[in-house]
């Protein structure tokens, strides 16, 4: 195991989740059926394999995005390579959001930032 998610003051063999979720352009569906869910969920692991992290779940849907991945990543940056190096293949158009757990709450909660409201 890579490492439990613990606070927004990773230590180093701490991993964290993301949400990637987008849609395929037609040669991203055509990949799609040409290789079957099941092929394409071996490529998306060994994709976070190869920068060090690993696949929590893989779901296709209807509606604005096609897929849905739940990653477990070594860093911010591993996140973009993934994104970007997806991207860059022309096959999807790809958005990735950071998952941040009750404990990662908890800490951002402690932090007390000062803020001025518009306006206020």
Not at 9 to 22: I, M, P, S
Not at 29 to 56: F, H, N, W
């Amino acid at each position: 195991m890579l490492g439990s998610v613990r606070t927004l003051d990773r230590q180093e063999d701490d991993v964290a989740k993301y949400l990637f979720h987008g849609s395929y352009t037609q040669a991203g569906i055509q990949g799609v059926l040409k290789d079957g869910g099941t092929g394409r969920r071996k490529a998306v692991d060994a994709l976070a394999t190869s920068i060090g992290g690993s696949v929590e779940s893989m779901y296709w849907a209807f509606g604005a995005d096609d897929f849905y991945v739940i990653a477990d990543l070594p860093s911010h940056a591993a996140a973009a390579a993934l994104a970007a190096t997806t991207g860059a293949a022309g096959a999807v158009n790809i958005s990735t959001v950071v998952l941040l757990t009750s404990d990662d709450m908890d800490e951002a909660i402690k932090l007390h930032p000062n803020y001025r409201a518009p306006g206020a």
